[in-house]
């Protein structure tokens, strides 16, 4: 049973089809509203086609920002405090009650058909069928998803501002908003008579209603700890919402209130966007959220567990839309706030971090297209005299070789040491910037390593890496004597004895293929710069701060080289556990350590726990698979280089370490086969990084 009284917009009066893929085509989009006729607004002898049009009806933001505020005001209530449960109440109802609602002809109906009415009588029109004369009224162009314990004025201020920023004219965009559009009256009389429509008959109607609508804007206030999040309905709408608009089914926008828009950019040059997109994130969890109707919270869980995706893995979607959809927002108040002004330091740590955003949520084009421009922008910055590279300017610098690194575009190597030379001209050295520089570079060397077929290059470069990080160390030792406790360089610092780790862990791994001997000796060396990481990361105080899953990662590999599979599943599991808080599933580093989990479990005897790791790696490289860039010959070369097992080879290793249940491998098998030969280059790049 579901309620139009729910804290929400869109699911609260209709909502879409399943979201199963198998069930992707019934989701049925028409050009019309559809089935809304059956909607709890009330169905009397209209037409189904009068009926869904009306349905449509939205208000327009300029009579949200006039007439509407200024009757809550003449209603005793506060714009800046009052909440929308509490302007139905106030306004919404008394001004609706007696007014014959034109969808079903019986008395009361929506407040937007009451608006419609009293501005036709005003103009001394009638009110019979047809478009409304009246100018606050037509079919809305926009659906806002929101809860009703928004207040007021920030709600219409965060829709002034879009109007503003996307050339709409307020009194010609218009709002479909479920607290004036459904009709309460008639939901409040089916509650009453226990006949509400059901959640499912809701679910139906939504994507009807969005396709016939077109663009749907989502409001999150406070942005650090939004209440959108809190509602089981929202939760919903945003994931549903974010399927259709993949599916170019519709458009859909973030907005944030304005007090939070300002506080959002200026976070931006600082590096604490990131920060409070992490606290947002973190905040979606659908079996914590609640609702009006507990059998619509039930059905929407209920509905999650049924398609086998299950709670925690619609966690993770749901806060990867939300992470994308924030980072859009960043992009888009970056090139607005820089669209023509002189470069500076902080155009460049903005430009730097929001590169660095686009990166880390795979949105790599994005990511290149806008690291290009900003190097541009600076290189004619400095040509023209107007700008000298500092600190901002070289990390801009390194970023993007950095990004070139991570999406395997050729020359990254040499673009990074351009970057580190940069540095050093600009009298950078000796700071974080020129460690952070070695140890990207470190990382690039171990790169080239595993790409190499030689094992003499492969040992230099190798060798190469560790010059690196030595430096780097010593470098950030020095630094720290000088400039006491920093968490930057504690963080450099720790990630280079991470990094040295893994070098070392490689040589220890080559070792052993050529059959050479490893002593214990040789392992205690490697597991002290794990420990020296560890010890590093334990002195930062900042408490967003998780541990490296690189770090759990590396040891992780170490243990099970050294066959100390105890260790190996308690760093692995560690690492998974930091993926899950740090909200970092879908990339090859966890699909790897998962793998390498399951190796330590199957090792141990724990089969059932090894195959489910196994299953939830091998969804990880499902959802990385990419269908347009079937590359067989570089799935092929991917496998050579003994990094993250690929489809075949982690059949393979599979079935070694679950012989005992061999029924489970044939399903396994199965599972492989769906997605043979599916992984891009940049998919099979990105895997191989992490080795």
């Not at 349905?55 to 506060?78: I, N, P, Q, Y």
């Not at 500076?344 to 660095?356: I, M, Y």
């Not at 010593?474 to 968490?487: H, I, P, Q």
């Not at 052993?512 to 490697?526: I, T, Y």
């Amino acid at each position: 049973m579901a309620t139009n009284m729910e804290v929400s917009s869109i699911g609260s009066d209709g909502f879409s089809a399943p979201f199963d893929s198998r069930d992707a085509e019934n989701l049925v989009l028409s050009d019309g509203a559809g089935d809304e006729v059956a909607s709890s607004d009330g169905t009397g002898d209209d037409s189904e086609l009068r009926s869904s049009e009306l349905g449509l009806r939205g208000l327009s933001v300029e009579f949200l920002r006039t007439a509407f505020l200024d009757k809550a005001r003449d209603a005793g209530l506060d714009p800046a405090t009052a909440s929308f449960t509490e302007v139905e109440a106030a306004v919404f109802n008394p001004e609706s009650a007696h007014r014959v609602c034109p969808r079903d002809g019986l008395s009361g109906c929506a407040y937007v058909d009451a608006v419609w009415q009293h501005e036709d009588e005003a103009r001394g029109e009638n009110t019979g069928a047809g478009e409304p004369s009246c100018l606050s009224v037509r079919r809305a162009t926009h659906m806002l998803s929101y809860t009703w314990a928004y207040t007021l004025a920030p709600t219409v201020g965060s829709l002034e501002a879009f109007c503003a920023r996307s050339h709409f004219c307020p009194p010609l965009m218009f709002i479909w908003l479920c607290c004036a559009c459904v009709n309460q009256h008639r939901v409040r009389a089916e509650l009453r008579a226990g006949k509400a429509v059901s959640t499912k008959d809701f679910l139906e109607m939504f994507g009807s209603r969005v396709a016939a609508i077109g663009n749907v804007l989502a409001l999150f206030a406070p942005l650090r700890k939004p209440l959108y999040t809190k509602r089981v309905w929202c939760v919903f709408e945003l994931h549903l919402a974010s399927l259709l608009a993949a599916r170019n089914q519709c458009t859909f926008h973030i907005l944030l209130a304005p007090g939070d828009l300002v506080a959002f950019q200026k976070s931006i040059p600082e590096g604490k966007a990131t920060i409070a997109i992490r606290e947002t994130t973190a905040s979606i969890d659908i079996e914590t959220t609640q609702a009006t109707v507990q059998a619509d919270r039930d059905y929407i869980l209920g509905l999650i567990r049924e398609e086998g995706l299950g709670l925690p893995g619609f966690n993770e979607m749901v806060r990867a839309d939300l992470q994308t959809l924030l980072t859009n927002e960043a992009e888009r108040l970056l090139l607005e706030q820089y669209a023509g002004a002189p470069w500076t330091e902080a155009a460049a740590s903005s430009w730097r971090h929001v590169v660095r955003l686009l990166r880390r949520n795979h949105l790599d084009d994005r990511a290149l297209s806008l690291g290009s421009k900003g190097m541009k922008l600076q290189q004619v910055a400095i040509a023209s005299g107007s700008y000298f590279p500092l600190q901002a300017g070289m990390e801009l610098v390194m970023e993007c070789g950095i990004l070139e690194f991570f999406t395997g575009m050729e020359g990254c190597h040499q673009t990074l040491e351009n970057a580190l030379q940069a540095c050093l001209g600009a009298d950078l050295g000796g700071t974080n910037t020129e460690a952070n520089l070695l140890n990207v570079l470190a990382c690039a060397d171990k790169q080239r390593s595993l790409f190499e077929t030689q094992p003499r290059t492969r040992a230099a470069w190798r060798r190469s890496a560790t010059r690196k990080l030595a430096r780097c160390l010593l470098l950030m030792s020095k630094f720290r004597e000088t400039n006491g406790f920093d968490a930057c360089s504690i963080h450099i610092q720790r990630n280079a004895s991470v990094n040295l780790g893994r070098v070392r862990t490689l040589e220890l791994q080559e070792r052993v293929r050529a059959g050479g001997q490893v002593l214990s000796e040789d392992f205690r060396k490697v597991n002290r710069h794990f420990e020296n990481a560890l010890e590093l990361h334990r002195s930062k105080v900042e408490v967003e701060d998780l541990l490296p899953v690189s770090l759990c990662l590396g040891w992780g590999k170490l243990k099970l080289l050294e066959h100390d599979w105890a260790g190996a599943e308690l760093w692995l599991s560690e690492g998974r556990k930091v993926g899950h808080l740090g909200h970092a599933l879908h990339c090859p580093e966890h699909a790897d350590m998962m793998t390498r989990l399951a190796e330590a479990q199957a090792r141990r005897g724990k089969l059932d726990e090894a195959l489910n790791s196994y299953v939830e790696a091998l969804a990880i490289w499902d959802s990385l698979a990419c269908q347009r860039c079937q590359t067989q010959a570089v799935e092929q070369s991917y496998r050579q280089q003994g990094s993250a097992p690929a489809s075949a080879s982690l059949l393979q290793e599979a079935s070694f370490n679950l012989c005992p249940k061999a029924a489970e491998v044939e399903r396994f098998e199965r599972i492989l086969r769906l997605r043979e030969n599916l992984l891009c280059r940049r998919c099979l790049w990105i895997s191989t990084r992490w080795c």
